[in-house]
Protein backbone atom coordinates (compact mmCIF):
# COMPACT_ATOMS: atom_id res chain seq x y z
CA UNK A 1 0.00 0.00 0.00
CA UNK A 2 1.20 3.21 -0.54
CA UNK A 3 0.97 6.60 1.47
CA UNK A 4 -2.25 8.26 0.14
CA UNK A 5 -5.38 8.83 1.08
CA UNK A 6 -7.09 6.34 -0.56
CA UNK A 7 -4.63 3.47 0.28
CA UNK A 8 -3.64 4.76 4.09
CA UNK A 9 -7.82 4.13 4.56
CA UNK A 10 -7.50 0.35 3.09
CA UNK A 11 -4.54 -0.04 5.52
CA UNK A 12 -6.38 1.18 8.71
CA UNK A 13 -8.94 -1.49 7.81
CA UNK A 14 -6.34 -4.17 7.19
CA UNK A 15 -3.52 -3.46 9.40
CA UNK A 16 -3.72 -6.66 11.47
CA UNK A 17 -2.66 -7.99 8.09
CA UNK A 18 0.26 -5.08 7.30
CA UNK A 19 3.12 -6.21 9.56
CA UNK A 20 5.87 -5.02 7.08
CA UNK A 21 6.82 -1.06 6.02
CA UNK A 22 9.57 -0.26 3.15
CA UNK A 23 11.47 3.35 3.48
CA UNK A 24 13.37 4.06 0.54
CA UNK A 25 16.55 5.87 1.48
CA UNK A 26 18.07 8.54 -1.21
CA UNK A 27 20.88 10.98 -0.97
CA UNK A 28 20.60 14.25 -2.64
CA UNK A 29 23.72 15.51 -4.07
CA UNK A 30 24.09 19.02 -5.99
CA UNK A 31 26.60 20.40 -7.98
CA UNK A 32 28.93 17.71 -10.28
CA UNK A 33 26.89 14.69 -8.10
CA UNK A 34 23.54 15.82 -9.25
CA UNK A 35 22.63 13.86 -12.27
CA UNK A 36 23.90 10.55 -10.89
CA UNK A 37 21.64 12.04 -7.68
CA UNK A 38 18.44 12.14 -9.95
CA UNK A 39 18.79 8.70 -11.39
CA UNK A 40 19.40 6.89 -8.36
CA UNK A 41 16.49 8.68 -7.33
CA UNK A 42 14.35 7.43 -10.38
CA UNK A 43 15.63 3.94 -9.84
CA UNK A 44 14.86 3.84 -6.37
CA UNK A 45 11.44 4.99 -7.12
CA UNK A 46 10.85 2.59 -9.62
CA UNK A 47 12.17 -0.42 -8.31
CA UNK A 48 10.35 0.69 -4.98
CA UNK A 49 6.90 1.56 -6.88
CA UNK A 50 6.97 -2.17 -8.39
CA UNK A 51 7.92 -3.73 -4.80
CA UNK A 52 4.51 -2.34 -3.54
CA UNK A 53 2.69 -3.66 -6.85
CA UNK A 54 3.73 -7.31 -6.06
CA UNK A 55 3.26 -6.91 -2.08
CA UNK A 56 0.04 -4.84 -1.44
CA UNK A 57 -1.23 -6.02 1.75
CA UNK A 58 1.22 -7.10 3.22
CA UNK A 59 3.22 -4.41 3.15
CA UNK A 60 3.06 -0.32 3.39
CA UNK A 61 5.67 1.98 1.01
CA UNK A 62 6.56 4.87 3.31
CA UNK A 63 7.78 8.11 1.81
CA UNK A 64 11.11 8.37 0.96
CA UNK A 65 13.60 9.62 3.39
CA UNK A 66 15.84 12.15 1.48
CA UNK A 67 18.72 13.08 3.38
CA UNK A 68 22.04 15.41 1.87
CA UNK A 69 24.58 12.99 1.19
CA UNK A 70 27.34 14.59 3.64
CA UNK A 71 24.37 14.62 6.66
CA UNK A 72 25.42 13.87 9.80
CA UNK A 73 22.56 12.67 11.95
CA UNK A 74 20.81 10.75 8.63
CA UNK A 75 21.59 7.60 11.20
CA UNK A 76 19.46 8.86 14.36
CA UNK A 77 16.70 10.15 11.80
CA UNK A 78 15.92 6.71 10.68
CA UNK A 79 16.43 5.15 13.51
CA UNK A 80 13.67 7.64 15.17
CA UNK A 81 11.39 6.70 11.92
CA UNK A 82 11.99 2.80 12.31
CA UNK A 83 11.10 3.52 16.19
CA UNK A 84 8.06 4.64 15.40
CA UNK A 85 6.97 1.97 13.09
CA UNK A 86 7.84 -0.36 15.52
CA UNK A 87 5.25 1.15 17.78
CA UNK A 88 2.70 1.55 15.44
CA UNK A 89 2.75 -2.57 15.04
CA UNK A 90 5.06 -3.00 12.17
CA UNK A 91 7.39 -5.81 12.55
CA UNK A 92 9.26 -5.89 9.95
CA UNK A 93 10.99 -2.30 8.66
CA UNK A 94 12.80 -2.66 5.24
CA UNK A 95 15.48 0.02 4.26
CA UNK A 96 16.21 -0.13 0.23
CA UNK A 97 18.32 2.00 -0.60
CA UNK A 98 21.46 2.44 -3.25
CA UNK A 99 24.12 4.33 -0.79
CA UNK A 100 26.39 2.31 -0.13
CA UNK A 101 27.11 4.85 2.69
CA UNK A 102 24.28 2.85 4.68
CA UNK A 103 26.15 -0.28 4.75
CA UNK A 104 29.04 0.82 7.36
CA UNK A 105 25.59 1.37 9.83
CA UNK A 106 24.07 -1.71 8.73
CA UNK A 107 24.42 -3.08 12.72
CA UNK A 108 23.53 0.21 14.27
CA UNK A 109 19.96 0.06 12.16
CA UNK A 110 17.40 -1.79 14.21
CA UNK A 111 16.20 -3.14 10.97
CA UNK A 112 16.78 -4.47 7.96
CA UNK A 113 18.86 -2.96 5.20
CA UNK A 114 18.84 -4.01 1.27
CA UNK A 115 21.54 -2.15 -0.81
CA UNK A 116 21.20 -2.66 -4.57
CA UNK A 117 23.63 -0.88 -7.13
CA UNK A 118 21.48 1.72 -8.99
CA UNK A 119 20.86 0.61 -12.79
CA UNK A 120 20.98 3.87 -14.64
CA UNK A 121 17.74 3.48 -16.66
CA UNK A 122 17.95 6.62 -19.08
CA UNK A 123 20.85 4.34 -21.08
CA UNK A 124 18.51 1.61 -21.87
CA UNK A 125 15.81 0.49 -24.06
CA UNK A 126 12.38 0.11 -21.94
CA UNK A 127 11.56 -3.29 -22.23
CA UNK A 128 15.20 -3.46 -20.94
CA UNK A 129 14.51 -1.18 -18.15
CA UNK A 130 11.58 -3.46 -17.27
CA UNK A 131 13.34 -6.65 -17.46
CA UNK A 132 15.71 -5.45 -14.88
CA UNK A 133 13.37 -3.80 -12.43
CA UNK A 134 11.34 -6.80 -12.40
CA UNK A 135 14.67 -8.83 -11.87
CA UNK A 136 15.25 -6.88 -8.88
CA UNK A 137 11.95 -6.73 -7.39
CA UNK A 138 11.97 -11.36 -7.69
CA UNK A 139 15.57 -10.69 -5.55
CA UNK A 140 13.72 -7.72 -2.85
CA UNK A 141 10.81 -10.39 -2.58
CA UNK A 142 13.06 -13.16 -1.92
CA UNK A 143 14.88 -11.20 0.68
CA UNK A 144 11.35 -10.32 2.04
CA UNK A 145 10.33 -13.95 2.49
CA UNK A 146 13.51 -14.95 4.08
CA UNK A 147 12.68 -12.40 6.89
CA UNK A 148 9.21 -13.21 7.13
CA UNK A 149 9.81 -17.11 7.91
CA UNK A 150 12.77 -16.73 10.70
Known sequence: MKWSAKELDMYVHAKEFVDTALIPLVPLSFGEQMKQSGSNIEFITILSMEIEKQMKGRMLLIPTFHYLSDEED????????TKKLE??????????????????????????LIWIPAIPLENLEIAQARDMITQQVSQIIDIFTYYWKS
Open 74 to 81: KLSMIKRW
Open 87 to 112: TNNFKHVFYLTTDIEWKKYEKELDQH
